[in-house]
Nanobody, 128 residues
Framework: QVQLVESGGGLVQAGGSLRLSCAAS????????MGWFRQAPGEEREFLAS????????DYLDSVKGRFTISVDSAKNMVYLQINSLKPEDTAVYLC?????????????????????WGHGTQVTVSS
């Protein structure tokens, strides 16, 4: 069973940047989708971005395009989320997840219910 561990969160001033990392232990497959989500207190879990483990397809929530960049290093079993121009409203727990079902390379897996492996998350706090 693959386990996911996020890291890279912290306290940062508005306008700053962070690179979040997600380490996958165990065997992964090129047809998996890897997603980044975030959840603020009292809010629903929000899709941010996803990428096929092969890197063949990338999908972003429209509101984060241009500020967030998802990438994968399959040799290191790592998925990253680069966040630039951080805003106080970006404050949340950021979670990495894996969708093990092959839905085809054109399917945009945005619903949290499609993902069956989750990390515990890393806290990002942005001060104004």
């Amino acid at each position: 069973q693959v386990q996911l561990v996020e890291s890279g969160g912290g306290l940062v001033q508005a306008g700053g940047s962070l690179r979040l990392s997600c380490a996958a232990s165990g065997r992964t497959f090129d047809n998996w989708d890897m997603g980044w989500f975030r959840q603020a207190p009292g809010e629903e879990r929000e899709f941010l971005a996803s990428i096929r483990w092969s890197g063949a397809r990338i999908d972003y929530l429209d509101s984060v395009k241009g500020r967030f960049t998802i990438s994968v290093d399959s040799a290191k079993n790592m998925v990253y989320l680069q966040i630039n121009s951080l805003k106080p409203e970006d404050t949340a727990v950021y979670l990495c997840a894996a969708d093990q079902t092959d839905r085809g390379k054109y399917y945009e897996a945005r619903s949290p219910t499609l993902y069956d492996i989750w990390g515990h998350g890393t806290q990002v706090t942005v001060s104004s």
